[in-house]
């Protein structure tokens, strides 16, 4: 059966025979990280962005001097960004407080 794509708050047809009481029982009590992702943000990052054939998983890297290795030779930053302040709510784009 083809899945239809529904807004977050309707149950498709397929998840009909979980529901008991009024009430969706999850087949585990852990939902892998992709299906995390994909109903927060609604977006399927196993999907190939060019083909949209399926990714694999090929290994997680935990280890912080291995990421950074990574990282410098896929040439993306490895440095984590500077924190600043946030701005005033108040104040609009470009306009700075008076000062008092």
Known sequence: MDATNLA???L???HWSRL???LLYAT?????WPQLLQRTFDVDILECPKCKG???LIESVVERGAARQILERLGFPVDA???VRARDPTTLDGDEPDAA
């Open 28 to 32: 585990s009590p852990r939902l892998r």
């Open 20 to 22: 008991l009481g009024g």
């Open 81 to 83: 960004p500077r924190l």
């Open 54 to 56: 399926r990714l694999r």
């Open 8 to 10: 977050p708050n309707i």
């Open 12 to 14: 498709s047809v397929r």
